[in-house]
Antibody, heavy 125, light 112 residues
Framework: EVQLVESGGGLVQPGGSLRLSCAGS????????MNWVRQAPGKGLEWVSY????????SYADSVKGRFIISRDSAKNSLYLQMNSLRAEDTALYYC??????????????????WGQGTLVSVSS | QSVLTQPPSVSGAPGQRVTISCTGS?????????VHWYQHLPGTAPKLLIY???NRPSGVPDRFSGSKSGTSASLAITGLQAEDEADYYC????????????FGGGTKLTVL
C-alpha cells in the first residue's frame, strides 16, 4: 500500500525541541521531493518546509527558518523535521506530503498528491 | 493571512451546485502558476481533488471540476452530497517566495 506515516509528535515546553519522522512505503520514496505542512487549531493549512529527492535543495517558511531543519534518509525511506526553539504558535497537526512537480508555461508547478495522517505537536508550559 | 483568498464558508442543499473561489495575485495565479485543490475532513489526511487547474486524479468523481482565469480559480461541485461536507483548500506557487507552495485559507462547505 502506498502510504506516509508520521510519528514523533507530543507535548513540549516552549523553547524545547522535537523530531518528527515520516515513513514512506509502497513507492520509490527517494524519487520524490517531500514537504511538511501544518495546521494549527482552528486554522488552515500552512506550508512549512521542502526537500528535494536528493536533499540538494531545501527551503523553509519564514515562520520556521533558523529553528527547523528538514532532512531525509534514503536507506530508511524516511523524512524528518527537527524542530528547535519551539513556540506556542508552532502548536499544530504536522503532515508530511509527497510532491509532484512539472514544467508548464515557463513555470515549475507543484502539488501534493499523497499525505500522511499527521502527528500532533503541542507547545505549552 | 493567506497568500490566496478563499471565502470562509459556503453551503448548499443536497443535489445543488456550489462554487468556491480562490483569488491570488500577479506573483502566483496571475503569474501563470497552476492551481490545485484539496478536500480535508478533520482528523484525516488531506486529499488531492483537482490538479493543474482542472484535472481530476483517479477516483475523484466528475461532480468536482476546477477552472482558472486571470488571478483567480474556482472549484465547482455539482450534485452535492452529504459526504462532500469538508474543508476545501486551493494551492499554488508564488514567484516572490521562490516558487514555494502557498495555500488558500480554506473554505468550509456545509451541506444543508
Amino acid at each position: 500500500e502506498v502510504q506516509l506515516v508520521e510519528s514523533g509528535g507530543g507535548l513540549v515546553q516552549p523553547g524545547g525541541s522535537l523530531r518528527l519522522s515520516c515513513a514512506g512505503s509502497g513507492f520509490s520514496f527517494n524519487s520524490y521531493a517531500m514537504n511538511w505542512v501544518r495546521q494549527a487549531p482552528g486554522k488552515g493549512l500552512e506550508w512549512v518546509s521542502y526537500i528535494s529527492g536528493s536533499s540538494s535543495t531545501i527551503s523553509y517558511a519564514d515562520s520556521v527558518k533558523g529553528r527547523f531543519i528538514i532532512s531525509r534518509d534514503s536507506a530508511k525511506n524516511s523524512l524528518y523535521l527537527q524542530m528547535n526553539s519551539l513556540r506556542a504558535e508552532d502548536t499544530a497537526l504536522y503532515y508530511c506530503a509527497r510532491e509532484i512537480g512539472y514544467d508548464f508555461s515557463a513555470n515549475y508547478n507543484v502539488y501534493l498528491d499523497l499525505w500522511g495522517q499527521g502527528t500532533l505537536v503541542s507547545v505549552s508550559s | 493571512q493567506s497568500v490566496l483568498t478563499q471565502p470562509p464558508s459556503v453551503s448548499g442543499a443536497p443535489g445543488q451546485r456550489v462554487t468556491i473561489s480562490c483569488t491570488g495575485s500577479s506573483s502566483n495565479i496571475g503569474a501563470d502558476y497552476d492551481v490545485h485543490w484539496y478536500q480535508h475532513l478533520p482528523g484525516t489526511a488531506p486529499k488531492l481533488l483537482i490538479y493543474a487547474n482542472g484535472n481530476r486524479p483517479s477516483g475523484v468523481p466528475d461532480r468536482f471540476s476546477g477552472s482558472k482565469s486571470g488571478t483567480s480559480a474556482s472549484l465547482a461541485i455539482t450534485g452535492l452530497q452529504a459526504e462532500d461536507e469538508a474543508d476545501y483548500y486551493c494551492q499554488s506557487s508564488d514567484s516572490s517566495l521562490n516558487g514555494d507552495v502557498v495555500f488558500g485559507g480554506g473554505t468550509k462547505l456545509t451541506v444543508l
